[in-house]
């Protein structure tokens, strides 16, 4: 077992299951805006009318209201995976369904949107990631279509990269994408069970992370995050886990999940005091009796505090960082501390 180092502490939880309204429904993934708020897009259970939307909160739990509803219109989503923003405060937002990319501003209020579905130019086949570059250019990670494709803060295609396979720079079903600090681009490549490294003139420099359960090993990896010393941090989605690496590409530490209840499930129980009562008395933390006890999937169902399908992994300008909870309908938030 290799070494660990405490790069993070757990800080606290963001969240509450909600169909609609204050909390999310299956939420895949958030930017930490400029403007000091969260937004949480939520894919909602098969594309559920009422749960479809981006949640607006920030990281003391306040609510700032929903857009981006159930439906294909202008501003409407059908299942809205990713999320990033440009120097002008302008959001994107995936459609893996409607094989479109939507801009919204900061209020919500829809600016312009892109894509239709095929593996043409501009097309997509179940978009995820999103990142935005230092001049506002846009990497969508065309999921299905095994390639990343770059384009104009307007949404005019400029290049795409990638193909299906297991080689350099090839690609199977990539998900989460970022910029780092640097301008480098690192890419989930979900499927081959790594981090894949490009420059910005999109040239595959390296590639990090081999398939399996041990330290420094991914499987099914759905979001990385860079921060300025170029430490990278991994979703590493089929373990149930959050994974550190140093600037090399070292394992630094693991971490399965920490969360404590938030304000809004704090609020939730003391209003509901039957409910507040039962949870007083339940086991949170129970020895599995059950055939598969070692699987991380089935300790995570089980274990509240764990991570359940950790959808990405994102970065603040004060040292957080955000793993999205998917399954338990949260945001965990830690700190680093090395």
Not at 91 to 114: H, K, M, P, Q
Not at 225 to 245: H, K, T
Not at 291 to 317: C, N, R
Request: hydrophobic share 35%; with cysteine.
């Amino acid at each position: 077992m290799a070494e660990q180092h405490s790069v993070l502490e757990y800080s606290l939880t963001i969240g509450l299951v909600a169909m609609e309204g204050r909390g999310f429904e299956y939420p895949t993934d958030l930017v930490a805006a400029r403007d000091g708020r969260l937004y949480v897009p939520n894919r909602a259970r098969d594309l559920g009318e009422r749960g479809v939307r981006v949640t607006v909160t920030d990281i003391d739990s306040e609510y700032y209201g929903t857009f981006a509803h159930h439906g294909q219109g202008d501003g409407n989503m059908l299942s809205p995976m990713c999320i990033a923003e440009n120097s002008r405060g302008h959001l994107y937002v995936t459609d893996d369904y409607t094989n479109r990319v939507s801009a919204f501003d900061y209020e919500g209020n829809f600016i312009r949107a892109w894509g239709e579905s095929g593996d043409g130019e501009g097309q997509f086949n179940g978009p995820s990631g999103v990142a935005v570059d230092a001049q506002d250019n846009i990497y969508v990670a065309d999921t299905n279509n095994d390639r990343v494709q770059k384009f104009t803060p307007g949404g005019q295609f400029i290049l795409s990269f990638g193909s299906s396979g297991s080689g350099e720079g090839e690609f199977s079903m990539p998900w989460g994408v970022t910029v780092a600090p640097d301008g480098d681009l690192y890419i989930a490549d979900w499927g081959n069970d790594r981090i894949q490294r490009f420059t910005s003139d999109c040239e595959f420099i390296t590639a990090y992370g081999n398939s399996g359960r041990g330290d420094g090993e991914l499987l099914r990896p759905s979001g990385v995050a860079i921060d300025e010393r170029g430490y990278m941090y991994v979703s590493d989605w089929g373990n149930e886990r959050l994974q550190v690496f140093d600037s090399d590409g070292k394992f630094l530490q693991k971490l399965r999940g920490e969360a404590g209840l938030s304000k809004w499930a704090a609020n939730f129980l003391e209003i509901n005091r039957e409910e507040g009562e039962a949870r007083k008395k339940s086991n949170l933390e129970p020895v599995l009796e059950v055939d598969d006890a070692d699987d991380p999937h089935t300790q995570s169902a089980y274990i509240e505090k764990y991570f359940w399908a950790p959808m990405s992994v994102k970065l603040d300008g004060e040292g957080r960082v955000y793993v999205t909870d998917g399954n338990r309908h949260r945001i965990q938030v830690y700190r680093r501390v090395m």
